[in-house]
C-alpha cells in the first residue's frame, strides 16, 4: 500500500481529523508535515472528543507519530498534549530540523494583525506565521538547536526593535530541551525506512488548499503550503515517495478569518448551517458560512491532483431547507470558472448558484440515504473525482466506504 496524504481541498475545517483516523487503519504510522498548532483536528470515540491541534490525529490509534521537519512546533503545546496522552511520547519521533514557535512569536502575531488594521487576516495567534518568517531570515532556532546551545542573541535584538518584549529565552529554551529530549530523529529517513520494511505513512495536513501560502487566496492565507506537492519537500522523502492525495471536501463552505469568500451566506440561513455543522473556530469564534463552491473546488482538485475525495457533514445539509452550489463566477457581465490569483476579481465576483437536489429532511440512521447518494453522484460528476467515502456525524460509525 502506497503512502497517502489527506489533504482539505477548501479553507480549512473540512473534517480531516475524523478522515485521518479513519483511513489510518492499515497505516504504520501518521504524521503531519508542516502547518503547526493553528491547527485544531478533532476526533470523537464513544463519548470521547479530542483535538489535536499538534500531534497527528493517528495518536488516538497506537500509531507511530512523526513530525516532519515543515512543522512549526510549539514545545508549549507539545506539552499540553502530552501531558493528555502520555502514552503517545513513546510512540513519537520529531525531526531536528522542525522550525520552532517561541513565546516572542505569539505576541508578534498579535502585532502585526494590530498593524494591519482593517485588512486583519483573522490568524489563530498561535505565532505560526511569525515563527516562519524568523526562519525565513534565519533567526530563529530549530529543534535540534535547543542541544547546541543556540545564541538568541541575534533574535532578541530583532524582536526589541519590533517593540516586542525580548526579556531572555534562555529559560524557554531550557524547559523546550527537556520536553523534546529524546524525541528527535530525521522524520524523512523513518518514513523511507518504513516503506522499505513494507509499511505505510498517512500525512496528515491542517488547514486547506485554498489557504495555500503560494497558491491560496493571499494574503488571506495561512502562512505555509498545504497542497499536496509539498508534502515530499516538507517531509525530507523523494517526491516519488509521496504517494496519492485524498482530498476532503465538505458539503458546504466554512472560512475562520478574513478574505474574499464568493459563496458566502449573509442572511440567517448562515447561522442555521454554523448551529447545525457546530462551524466554530478558535476560542468559539463563529465560522463564516457559504455554499459548496465548485469553481475554488475544481482548482484544488487540479492543484492537487485529485482523483479520489472523502465527502464530509451530509448531515448538517438535512437541516436546511436548500442546497446550492455555484457553478461560475460572473465578473462583469460575463461568467468564468477561472479562480484568479487576483483578489480584486476574486473578492467581487458573484456566484451562479444551482440546486441539484435537497437532503433536507434525509434520514441518516441506516447509513447513507438516497438523497446522499444524489450529492456523492453530482459531486462525482461536476469534479471528475471518485468519492470514497461519505461522512455523515462525527463518530465513526457514521461514515460510508464507496
Ligand atoms: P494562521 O494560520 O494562524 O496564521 O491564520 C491564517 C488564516 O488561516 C486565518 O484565516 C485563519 O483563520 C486560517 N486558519 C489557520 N488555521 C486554520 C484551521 O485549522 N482551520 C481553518 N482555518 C485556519
Ligand atoms: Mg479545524
Known amino acids: 500500500m502506497p503512502n497517502l496524504s489527506i489533504i482539505g481541498l477548501q479553507w480549512g475545517d473540512e473534517g480531516k481529523g475524523k478522515v485521518v483516523d479513519y483511513v489510518s487503519d492499515g497505516f504504520q504510522a501518521v504524521s503531519r508535515f508542516s502547518g503547526g498548532s493553528n491547527a485544531a483536528h478533532t476526533v470523537v470515540i464513544g463519548e470521547e472528543k479530542h483535538t489535536f491541534h499538534l500531534l497527528p490525529s493517528g495518536a488516538l490509534k497506537g500509531k ?16 499540553e498534549e502530552l501531558s493528555v496522552l502520555p502514552d503517545a511520547r513513546a510512540k513519537l519521533m520529531v525531526d531536528g530540523r522542525c522550525t520552532l514557535v517561541t513565546p516572542l512569536d505569539k505576541e508578534l502575531d498579535s502585532v502585526v494583525e494590530g498593524i494591519r488594521g482593517d485588512f486583519a487576516i483573522g490568524t489563530t495567534l498561535r505565532g505560526i506565521g511569525p515563527s516562519y518568517a524568523a526562519r525565513a531570515l534565519r533567526l530563529s532556532p530549530r529543534v535540534i538547536d ?13 524582536y526589541e526593535k519590533l517593540s516586542v518584549y525580548a526579556g531572555s ?40 488548499t485554498l489557504l495555500d501560502l503560494t497558491h491560496g487566496s493571499y494574503p488571506y492565507v495561512t502562512s505555509s503550503n498545504t497542497s499536496a506537492s509539498h508534502v515530499p519537500a516538507a517531509m525530507g522523502i523523494p517526491s516519488s515517495a509521496a504517494g496519492p492525495a485524498l482530498g476532503v471536501v465538505k458539503c458546504y463552505t466554512t472560512r475562520g478569518g478574513g478574505g474574499p469568500f464568493p459563496t458566502e451566506i449573509k442572511d440567517s440561513v448562515a447561522e442555521g448551517i454554523r448551529t ?53 463566477y460572473k465578473w462583469q457581465g460575463t461568467e468564468t470558472t477561472d479562480f484568479q490569483s487576483s483578489l480584486g476579481h476574486l473578492g467581487s465576483v458573484e456566484p451562479v ?20 447518494k444524489k450529492l456523492v453522484d453530482y459531486l462525482e460528476k461536476s469534479l471528475n473525482v471518485r468519492v470514497r467515502l461519505a461522512s455523515y456525524g462525527e463518530g465513526r460509525s457514521e461514515t460510508a466506504e464507496l
Open 276 to 328: 447545525a455543522g457546530n462551524e466554530f473556530g478558535e476560542a468559539a469564534k463563529p465560522s463564516r458560512v457559504g455554499w459548496l463552491d465548485l469553481v475554488a473546488l475544481k482548482y484544488a482538485v487540479d492543484l492537487n491532483g485529485i482523483k479520489e475525495i472523502a465527502l464530509s457533514k451530509l448531515d448538517v445539509m438535512s437541516q436546511v431547507r436548500e442546497f446550492k452550489a455555484c457553478v461560475a
Open 353 to 372: 448558484y444551482e440546486s441539484p437536489l435537497s437532503l433536507r429532511g434525509a434520514n441518516f440512521e441506516a447509513g447513507l440515504p438516497k438523497e446522499g
Open 169 to 208: 529565552l534562555l529559560g524557554w529554551a531550557e524547559e523546550s530541551g527537556a520536553l523534546l529530549d529524546g524525541l528527535v530523529g530525521n522524520v524523512g529517513a523513518r518514513v523511507m525506512q518504513i516503506n522499505e520494511m513494507g509499511g505505510s505513512v498517512l500525512f496528515e495536513r491542517s488547514q486547506g
Open 64 to 79: 507511530e507519530l512523526l513530525i516532519g521537519a515543515g512543522v512549526a512546533l510549539d514545545p508549549a503545546v507539545l506539552a
Open 146 to 158: 535547543l542541544f547546541e546551545g543556540f545564541d538568541f542573541a541575534a533574535m532578541a535584538r530583532f
